[in-house]
């Protein structure tokens, strides 16, 4: 008798681990919101320029309209003078109110979407300057863990170099002193350019 298949456990939804994490997670979020509000964005500007295309094929039947007009008129005027399309100009009509309804309201929606790119725009600048600070501050604590244990081998050594020598001053001590002096130069240089 075969073993009833198991399914791995569903992994569960963790918390980030570190601050960094939770930032960048949260700007992924806030990206991907502000991506689907530009295409929204940009639907309403179509949605706005529809009224331009209703006016155009306006203009463009009246101008048929004038052209019929003129030849008629310049043919001396015989007969029952051209008629302009009228069920297409009320169709157009009908067509050009929907689109300046919808014009109005995709500016008033517009204007809303926009509101709220520019809400998640300052948010992204926030939270990317926060992740900034946040490497920042753990390059320097790992800077200063590294130069704690340097400082700690160095004095070890120095030590170590002291006892066998009874007392006397070796190049290599020199050399470990040399060495921590660059060293607290360097901190030194490096807290000066990275603010705490």
Do not use: Y
């Amino acid at each position: 008798m075969a073993s009833p298949a198991t399914k791995p456990p569903t992994p569960l939804a963790t918390e980030p681990a570190t601050v960094l994490e939770r930032l960048l997670r949260d700007r992924a979020g806030l990206a991907h919101s502000l991506a689907a509000l530009q295409a929204s964005s940009a639907r309403l500007r179509e949605t706005g320029a529809a009224e331009a295309a209703v006016l155009a094929e306006i203009n463009a039947l009246a101008a048929a309209d004038v052209a019929s007009m003129t030849a008629w008129a310049s043919a001396g005027c015989h007969g029952d003078a051209p008629r302009s399309d009228q069920q297409k100009r009320i169709v157009l009509g009908q067509r050009l109110n929907a689109a300046q309804a919808a014009a109005t309201a995709a500016k008033a929606a517009g204007q809303d979407i926009d509101r709220k790119i520019a809400d998640l725009g300052e948010q992204l600048a926030t939270i990317n300057d926060q992740a900034e600070q946040t490497v920042f501050d753990q390059i320097e604590r790992e800077h200063g863990d590294v130069i704690s244990e340097f400082v700690g081998v160095c004095e070890r050594g120095s030590a170590l170099a002291t006892r066998r020598c009874d007392g006397l001053l070796l190049p290599s001590i020199r050399v470990a002193r040399a060495a921590l002096r660059t060293v607290a130069i360097a901190s030194g240089l490096l807290s000066a350019v990275l603010p705490i």
